[in-house]
């Protein structure tokens, strides 16, 4: 498979690839790699979510709230 960047995409690509010690070429396979893992497990926790719905195990809007405050507080 061949990607094609503009001039811009690949400066900017070779400044990051250099900042992280890389080759760009091995920066833009790990890159890729990342993006489709975290693609993979948010799908995995939505399927998950759809399936705890479909079985009735919900939670209150209080709870919710109280989980997402204890996430934004680290």
Known sequence: MQVQFTQEQETRLSQFA????????????EAVLRVLTEEEDFHAAVRLGIEQADKGE?????????????????
């Open 18 to 29: 250099r900042n992280a010690g890389m080759e760009p070429e091995a920066f833009v396979r």
């Open 58 to 74: 919900l939670i209150d809007e209080a709870e919710m709230a109280e989980r997402f405050e204890k996430i934004l507080r680290g």
